[in-house]
């Protein structure tokens, strides 16, 4: 039985340099991606703007729609893309039409943490193996990749995966071994499974609602446990660890508590579950940004 979270646990991206969460109020957020400011809506952010209802200073903002969606306004031309970086590893910005920009900075919390898990195996002489289900843009590919691991990196969208190998370009890592497969990740790791393939350590950032690469629906709550099952299956003799990462208010730090600890219940280790977040630099609150949930031997 492994050992549950006593309390969930706040942790801050707070190592960035080309990225700062400036300001915060009714219901928007004010961010620097490297030399150019966006200010985006944020459901989280729901106290008032200390320096008044009008904001000064942006590049773009994005004007939320009454009827859904919205779109962007630039005060001045902006590239259609641009690189942040995050000590060694480079990502491509670029503001989209529903809001995003390719990279959610507060997951470099967990980025730190696993690369050095990753570059204390390896130190040890181990080769890890990783898999990053709903990889998104593969930020956390890369920082696996770049702390020496060799990644499968999975999701079901191709435009994604194709920005993914992008980012794996900027940071250098086109030499990495890393898989890019376009496929829905529950049908993929069954397909693993009857491949006899192991993984030491997984990664995975499930959303609320999807639809997988041939339009299966995927539904967070009625799948999540069936997945992790799924995942299981696929861990090695010696995993490392597994991450779980949430953004939807569905789930809390104690229910990821309550399934790692149904899932590795005849494994030991260690459970850490909580917020993640980021600073916010005009006034020290924090924005939380998300759940997630960390067993490691």
């Not at 961010?31 to 942006?58: C, F, H, M, S």
């Not at 924005?287 to 997630?292: D, K, Q, R, S, V």
Request: include cysteine.
């Amino acid at each position: 039985m492994p050992t549950p979270a006593q309390r969930p646990e706040l942790i801050l991206a707070n190592n960035w340099k080309d990225y700062e969460l400036l300001d915060t109020g009714n219901g928007m957020k004010q961010e620097r991606w490297g030399a150019y400011t966006l200010v985006r809506p944020d459901p989280q952010i729901i106290w008032p703007r200390r320096n008044g209802d009008v904001w000064e200073k942006w590049d773009g903002f994005y004007h939320r729609s009454d009827t859904g969606g919205g779109k962007w306004e630039f005060r001045r031309p902006l590239p259609d893309h641009w690189k942040i970086s995050y000590g060694s590893l480079a990502f491509k910005i670029h503001p989209t039409s529903f809001k995003h920009t390719g990279l959610f900075p507060e997951q470099a919390v967990n980025w730190d943490w696993f690369s050095q898990k990753i570059r204390t195996a390896k130190a040890a002489g181990r080769e890890i193996n990783v898999l990053n289900l709903f990889g998104y843009t593969g930020a956390a590919t890369c920082a696996a990749a770049a702390a020496g691991a060799s990644v499968c990196h999975v999701d079901a969208a191709e435009g994604m995966v194709k920005w993914c190998k992008e980012n794996a370009a900027l940071s250098g890592l086109s030499a990495a071994p890393i898989r890019f497969i376009t496929d829905d990740c529950l049908k993929f790791v069954r397909r693993e499974i009857k491949r006899g393939r192991h993984y030491d350590a997984i990664i995975m950032d499930p959303p609320t609602y999807g639809r997988g690469s041939s339009g299966e629906m995927w539904k967070l709550e009625d799948h999540l446990w069936e997945l992790l099952q799924e995942c299981q299956k696929l861990l090695s003799d010696q995993p490392l660890f597994f991450l779980i990462n949430a953004y939807t208010a569905r789930l809390s730090p104690t229910v990821v508590d309550n399934l790692l600890t149904e899932l590795f219940r005849q494994g030991g280790g260690r459970i850490t579950c909580g917020e993640v977040g980021l600073p916010v630099k005009c006034d020290g609150k924090t924005l939380p940004c998300g759940i997630y949930g960390r067993w490691e031997k």
